[in-house]
């Protein structure tokens, strides 16, 4: 029998949240759906759970191809309660504010066991969390009573806790004093207005199912957006661009063309939707870091990218909006009419966008033509 804390600690932490590894910077979920073998159980809990907060927000990486369909919590009380579940690709850092880029899978009344037992969270209907090998996915398990979790002084956040052989997890953090960071700042009963607290670690069990890996027998298409040629103009350092998917796809990677003989950082970021001048002025807020990373020294233009850390996967009929910065520039089209399609494939259409000559820097009303290559799969 599981052993209640005598005396659970109402002090969430004393440590700030920090980064998840470059480690566990991953590409993310791929679209495995057909599940085989019998339901497996990955206890979490390690030793008995001191801490209570509202909710705790961690990441697991997959080491073979599963489907998560349930789990289970550790309450603080024997008491009826909502609990909700989020999830999302890859990691959860700089994604605690709100529930944006996060998908709701369980939010119902449940009768929560306390200590002694677990609450068991069913996914309802169809919905399940399919992460393929080296891939990770996140969760934020939130209740209006409290719940327990673990914590231990020699553990780090972003480091592996535990691992059952086929999921890995790392320790994460609490969110205390309300649902999100609304418990921070004035809300918060510590003296530093503190909500967030690492690292803390997940007190409970997921289910899942092994899954038969479709994906590696799925060959990559590469679509060029602009010749070479074309791409004279050198003025920018920075370009973002929208495309339309016409199928459902999955996008893994890019090849970009910065200039010749400059050994460049180079960063991507995307969102959903298209964009207009009003996405340049907060910097990278609501966009997502794909890839950071190094473009080799070279006497051609051409640079090929290493995967994203997670993959982005975009429905048919819908946009996502694209910003490729490198810091020696890019090399890129005139164009003619911003937002206009200049480029497409069987799946993919490209619009014209804006160059920038400084990372996240309102452009000038001049549009251009972006010069790289799509790495993507059909969905």
């Known amino acids: 029998m599981f052993l209640t804390p005598k005396e659970p600690s109402k002090d969430p932490s004393e440590q700030p949240t920090q980064e998840l590894s470059k480690e566990l910077r991953k ?10 073998g019998d339901l497996r159980m990955f206890s979490t809990t390690i030793s008995t ?10 990441t697991v990486q997959a080491l073979k191809n599963v489907s998560i369909s349930a789990l289970s ?11 909700q579940v989020y999830t999302r690709e890859g990691q959860y850092t700089r994604h605690t504010a709100s529930n944006e880029g996060w998908t709701l899978v369980f939010d119902q009344l449940v009768h929560q066991q306390g200590g002694e037992k677990l609450a068991r969270l069913v996914f309802p209907g169809d919905k399940r969390i399919n992460i393929s090998t080296g891939n990770s996915a996140s969760f934020y398990v939130y209740t209006t009573k ?6 231990r002084k020699t553990w780090v956040e972003e480091s592996i806790v535990t691992d059952d052989g086929s999921l890995q997890l790392f320790a994460g953090i609490a969110l205390a004093y309300g649902k999100w960071e609304e418990g921070c700042g004035a809300a918060s009963p510590q003296n530093n207005g503190q909500c967030l607290f690492s690292p803390r670690v997940f007190s409970g069990v997921l289910e899942y199912t092994p899954l038969t890996d479709t994906a ?11 010749n070479s040629k074309a791409a004279r103009n050198s003025n920018g350092n920075g370009f973002m661009f929208t495309i339309r998917a016409k199928t459902d796809i999955v996008i893994q990677g890019f090849k970009i063309l910065s200039r010749r003989y400059a050994f460049s950082n180079a960063l991507i970021y995307t969102r959903s939707g298209g964009f207009n001048n009003t996405a340049f002025g907060n910097g990278d807020h609501g ?36 910003y490729v910065f490198s810091q020696k520039g890019l090399m890129y089209g005139i164009g003619h009419e911003l937002g206009s399609a200049y480029s497409e494939d069987n799946s993919i259409i490209i619009y014209e966008g804006q160059a920038t000559k400084a990372w996240f820097r309102t452009p000038s009303d001049e549009s251009g033509k972006w010069a790289g290559t799509i790495r993507y799969y059909n969905d």
């Open 27 to 36: 590409k993310t979920l791929s679209p495995i759906t057909n599940g085989t």
């Open 146 to 151: 409290n719940l327990i979790y673990q914590s």
């Open 73 to 83: 919590t550790h309450t603080s009380t024997v008491d009826d309660g909502i609990i």
């Open 49 to 58: 759970p001191t801490r209570i907060a509202n909710g705790t927000m961690f």
């Open 216 to 226: 590696s027998i799925i060959p990559a298409i590469e679509f060029r957006t602009l």
């Open 287 to 322: 966009f997502t870091l794909l890839y950071e990373g190094t473009v080799p020294y070279k006497k051609a233009k051409g640079s090929v990218l290493d995967d994203f850390k997670q993959n982005v996967r975009i429905s048919g009929g819908e946009t996502q909006t694209f």
